[in-house]
C-alpha cells in the first residue's frame, strides 16, 4: 500500500545538536510538506516543496533546514538556532490539483533537553 | 494571506447526539477548497470531508456533513449520531486555488470529547 513514512516515532537529542527527520512517500506525489504541530497551536506549516530540487519556507522556517534530492524523500534537519524545537512533526504529501487532500505520515515527537 | 479561524478550542456531545464544529476562513479568492481533518489520539491526521467553493450543494459523508456559506466564509462540520470513536481534534483547513500544488492553512483545531 502507498503511504507515507516518517521515522523514527520519538525523538530525543541534546540542546545544541542538530537532528534530522526522515520522511519517505510511495504515492508518487510530486509535492511534500513538513508542518510542527504544538498544543493550541495547529499546525504551522515550516517548509515545502513542489518538485524535486526545490522548496520554500514556510511560516516558521527559522532553524530549519531541507533537501529535496528524490521525489520521495522530504527530509527535515532541526538545527541548534531552532530556539523551541520539542515538538511533534507531521510530514505530508499530496497530489496534482488544489483538490487534491494532504495525505500526512504518522509524525515525529522531538524532545530536546 | 489566508487565515483559518476555530474560535473554539473544546466542545463535548453525548454519545448518538449531534455536534456542530465552526470554522470560519479569511480569504480574497473566489475559488478554493475546503478540507476537515480528524487527529485521533494515535496523532494520525485522517481527512474526513472536502468541499469545493464553486459547488453549492454541501458536501456529505456518512455521518458527517459540512454548512458551507461562501458569503459569510463560514465552513462548519456536523456530526450526526456521534460515536465514541469521534472522539479526536479536528482542524478546519484551506487550500488556495493559486497554482497546482497549493500550501493548506489550517486552523488551531478544536478537542471534541464524546460523552457515553
Known amino acids: 500500500d502507498g503511504g507515507i513514512t516518517q521515522s523514527p516515532k520519538y525523538l530525543f537529542r541534546k540542546e545544541g545538536q542538530n537532528v534530522t527527520l526522515s520522511c519517505e512517500q510511495n504515492?508518487?506525489?510530486?509535492?511534500m510538506y513538513w508542518y510542527r504541530q504544538d498544543p493550541g497551536q495547529g499546525l504551522r506549516l515550516i517548509y515545502y516543496?513542489?518538485?524535486?530540487?526545490?522548496?520554500q519556507k514556510g511560516d516558521i522556517a527559522e532553524g530549519y533546514s531541507v533537501s529535496r534530492e528524490k521525489k520521495e524523500s522530504f527530509p527535515l534537519t532541526v538545527t541548534s538556532a531552532q530556539k523551541n524545537p520539542t515538538a511533534f512533526y507531521l510530514c505530508?504529501?499530496?497530489?496534482?490539483?488544489?483538490?487534491?487532500?494532504?495525505?500526512f505520515g504518522n509524525g515525529t515527537r522531538l524532545t530536546v533537553t | 494571506a489566508q487565515t483559518v479561524t476555530q474560535s473554539q478550542p473544546e466542545m463535548s456531545v453525548q454519545e448518538a447526539e449531534t455536534v456542530t464544529l465552526s470554522c470560519t476562513y479569511d480569504?480574497?479568492?473566489?475559488?478554493?477548497?475546503l478540507f476537515w481533518y480528524k487527529q485521533p489520539p494515535s496523532r494520525q491526521m485522517i481527512l474526513v470531508i472536502r468541499?469545493?467553493?464553486?459547488?453549492?450543494q454541501n458536501a456529505t459523508e456518512n455521518r458527517f456533513s459540512v454548512n458551507f456559506q461562501k458569503a459569510a466564509k463560514s465552513f462548519s462540520l456536523k456530526i450526526s449520531d456521534s460515536q465514541l470513536g469521534d472522539a479526536a481534534m479536528y482542524f478546519c483547513?484551506?487550500?488556495?486555488?493559486?497554482?497546482?500544488?497549493?500550501?493548506?492553512?489550517f486552523g488551531k483545531g478544536i478537542t471534541l470529547s464524546v460523552r457515553p
Open positions: 480569504t480574497s479568492e473566489s475559488d478554493y477548497y
Open positions: 468541499q469545493e467553493a464553486y459547488k453549492q
Open positions: 516543496s513542489q518538485i524535486v530540487n526545490d522548496f
Open positions: 505530508a504529501s499530496r497530489g496534482q490539483g488544489y483538490n487534491s487532500p494532504l495525505h
Open positions: 483547513a484551506y487550500s488556495s486555488s493559486t497554482g497546482a500544488n497549493s500550501k493548506l492553512t
Open positions: 504515492l508518487n506525489h510530486d509535492a
